[in-house]
């Protein structure tokens, strides 16, 4: 007899952990064919005929018949020689199970329909049950394997309307047809069959076990805790197969397996895959040191699931665990995870390591090289940063790179020296790998001073930098003139941390840049620079308020340090109103910072200037200057005199203004008098009553008539 596993050429059918989820239907043929209706006489004959498409054609009309006329000749379309025609015809019961629910099925005149299988005497049977009894017959009489394979797709789509039945024939079949009825309860998805499946366990068939195990794991998403308990129980299984269906089965579920009931399994060529995969779920300080000691031999795909599962631990609770294994490791394993990490071997062919891995060999090596850095291995940093070229690898790279810490610096040092020139053509396509390993670098610096000895009062812990930190602060002040604009703007922002006082000159310089980035960057740096050595910055502003040219420059460290004496609140005046662009507007922040309610009628002339920037930027620190008074003196004249120029932002028209002032922390929403007073502003020149009121025209301290905010 014919076995149903037999090889069907293209189509073999779907996946028992695939049951219930109906393939997507060709386009070979159109909607109209499959639901335009035809007689039945014709379709039998169309279905007769020796061209493979007609039968095909006529397969797809079956669909929409009657299917109590249709069961005939759906039968003689699931046995047809081609795959194509059988296929179709599977479309066409789903489409008759979809469209016909129970008690759709009429007898003819004057008589009684056929009890359904498992049916009462007199029910109509609907279509599922008209098809698992004729198939379930089929299964019987039939010895072509198209046929039976066909029925057990149809049978596992019939979902719990076959179940009954088909756990019936299973006690009265015998051979091969029980393994086909086990097929089909699993693919009906229907819980109700795990008790007839488990009890198919107990068979001493070993490939009705097989195909119940496989049936069983395959409904772990509709019955997890049931299957769960019986999966366990089967990885004690005799059967080696049932024992790997089972452990695949928990795998899929993502339930963890008791390492005692785990680690013989990896001993085991044949299981020893998904058990490494069960080991990246385990629960057990032993599941870390086991894979550890297996990355020592493992080669091919074994290294690449044992990486993958250490790595799934080293991201879990188990990550100290993993760490510490890694570390404890003997010096092969690093050299292993490093030579992996590489994106080449020796004589540029991918590492040995990844051959024959079925996954992506990019994932695998980001995973070695963050492996590779938690043991501390030689060469990782090397590695780190080469990946660092790869877009794909940055993250990890930069991962990597911070686990290393000050043993990385080395390796960032010698490839800024090699990288940073002024010739531009040696950046084309490393400009992200560079400024991206300047951060590293800076971070790594940051986190040494943090983790060294506690700063004297006055005296900043990067101040007192060892060599190979000072290395790491020269290449970042080269890098400053990058013509890179993205490795220039890392390198000030990098300044802005690690920088010395001695970097001012150089910071200033850069605010002038032509590349505006550049310039944004340069002012961040100065500003960083400055809150970190105030009293050098203090001095730097007395200096840089002399000429024009670094006026900018000065307005950035007075607001940076806070607070200003009266000459320099009387120098921020003078720039907000006469200096150029990006000058005016840093002068304006400052003030606000610096001067608090004084500089109330500065904003007010800025908040009409010409320039959007400059206006925007008086909005912002109009939003801060208020909720700022706002603490201090709740009802102060100095307050009044926010509102009433709030108002006139909101009466301004210019959406972007009251988005900034927002912004800055003017409460437009959260302020319930001043809501009812921006609601009466409809007009520029309509303030009315209220705390804070004013005209638009000619009010002291306001914007000039005429302008609009």
């Not at 020796?346 to 995973?367: C, F, I, K, M, N």
Request: aromatic share 2%.
């Amino acid at each position: 007899m014919s076995r149903a596993s037999d090889d069907l050429g293209p189509f073999s059918g779907p996946r028992v952990s695939d049951a219930n989820l109906w393939p997507t239907e060709p386009d070979s043929i159109s909607p109209s064919v499959r639901s335009t209706p035809m007689p039945i006489s014709a379709i039998a004959a169309a279905l007769a005929a020796d061209d493979a498409e007609e039968r095909r054609q006529a397969a797809a009309r079956l669909g929409r018949a009657d299917v109590t006329e249709a069961l005939p000749l759906l039968l003689r379309a699931l046995g047809d020689p081609d795959w194509r025609v059988r296929k179709e015809a599977t479309y066409a019961c789903h489409r008759l199970i979809q469209a016909a629910p129970a008690g759709s099925i009429q007898g003819a005149e004057g008589e009684r329909p056929p009890a359904p299988p498992g049916g009462a005497e007199g029910e109509r049977p609907s279509a599922s049950q008209l098809l698992v009894g004729a198939l379930l017959d089929a299964l019987r009489t039939s010895d072509d394997v198209g046929l039976r394979n066909a029925a057990i797709e149809v049978l596992g789509y019939c979902g719990r309307d076959a179940t009954p039945a088909l756990v019936g024939a299973l006690g009265e079949l015998t051979g091969d047809e029980r393994k086909l009825v086990v097929d089909a309860l699993g693919r009906t998805r229907d819980p109700a069959a795990l008790d007839a499946l488990y009890a198919a366990l107990a068979e001493q068939d070993d490939n009705l076990r097989q195909s119940a195990i496989e049936a069983i794991s395959g409904m772990g998403l509709i019955a997890r805790e049931r299957v769960t308990d019986i999966l366990y129980e089967r990885l004690a299984d005799r059967d080696r197969f049932v024992r790997l269906t089972a452990l695949n089965g928990l795998n899929g579920l993502e339930a963890p397996v008791p390492w005692r009931v785990l680690s013989p399994l990896i001993d085991d060529p044949i299981l020893r895959s998904s058990a490494l995969v069960a080991a990246a779920l385990a629960e057990s300080p032993e599941a870390p040191r086991a894979l550890v000691a297996a990355l020592a031999t493992a080669r091919g795909g074994a290294f690449a699931q044992l990486v993958r599962a250490l790595a799934r631990l080293a991201d879990g609770p188990l990550a100290q665990h993993a760490v510490e294994a890694l570390q404890a490791a003997p010096i092969e394993v690093g050299a292993r995870l490093v030579q992996a990490a590489a994106a080449q071997g020796p004589g540029g062919a991918e590492p040995p390591s990844w051959r024959g891995l079925g996954a992506d060999p990019v994932s695998g090596r980001a995973q070695a090289l963050v492996l590779a850095a938690m043991a501390r291995a030689p060469g990782a940093a090397d590695a780190a940063v080469q990946a660092m070229i790869e877009p794909a690898l940055v993250e990890t790279a930069q991962r990597a790179l911070g686990l290393l810490g000050g043993e990385a610096l080395p390796a960032v040092l010698a490839y800024l020296d090699r990288h940073i020139d002024p010739d531009p053509d040696l950046w084309e396509g490393l400009d992200d790998a560079t400024a991206a390993l300047i951060d590293g670098a800076v971070a790594i610096a940051r986190q040494r001073a943090r983790e060294g000895e506690p700063r004297a009062p006055g005296v900043d812990r990067l101040d007192r930098l060892d060599p190979q930190l000072d290395e790491l602060l020269g290449a970042v002040r080269r890098s400053v003139k990058s013509p890179s604009t993205l490795v220039a703007t890392s390198a000030l922002y990098g300044l802005a941390k690690i920088g010395t006082a001695d970097d001012f000159s150089l910071v200033v310089s850069q605010t002038r840049a032509i590349s505006l980035p550049v310039a944004r960057a340069a002012e961040s740096a100065l500003a960083g620079l400055s809150e970190r050595y105030p009293e050098a910055a203090r001095a730097l502003a007395r200096r840089l308020m002399q000429a024009e040219e670094t006026h900018l420059a000065a307005a950035i460290v007075i607001e940076a340090l806070g607070s200003a004496d009266r000459e320099e609140i009387a120098f921020l005046t003078g720039v907000a109103s006469a200096g150029d662009v990006r000058a005016r507007r840093a002068a304006v922040t400052a003030v606000a910072a610096a001067a608090g309610a004084s500089a109330l009628e500065v904003l007010s002339l800025s908040l009409a200037d010409e320039e959007r920037e400059v206006r925007l930027a008086a909005a912002r620190a109009l939003g801060r200057l208020y909720a700022s008074l706002t603490e201090s003196s709740p009802a102060g004249d100095d307050r009044a005199r926010a509102r009433e120029l709030l108002g006139l932002v909101r009466a301004s028209g210019e959406p972007e203004l009251v988005t900034a002032a927002a912004q800055g922390g003017a409460p437009f929403r959260s302020d319930p008098p001043y809501s009812e007073a921006g609601d009466r502003l409809s007009a520029p020149g309509s303030i009315e009553g209220g705390e804070g009121s004013a005209s638009t025209s000619g009010t002291s301290g306001g914007p000039p008539s005429g302008k609009v905010l």
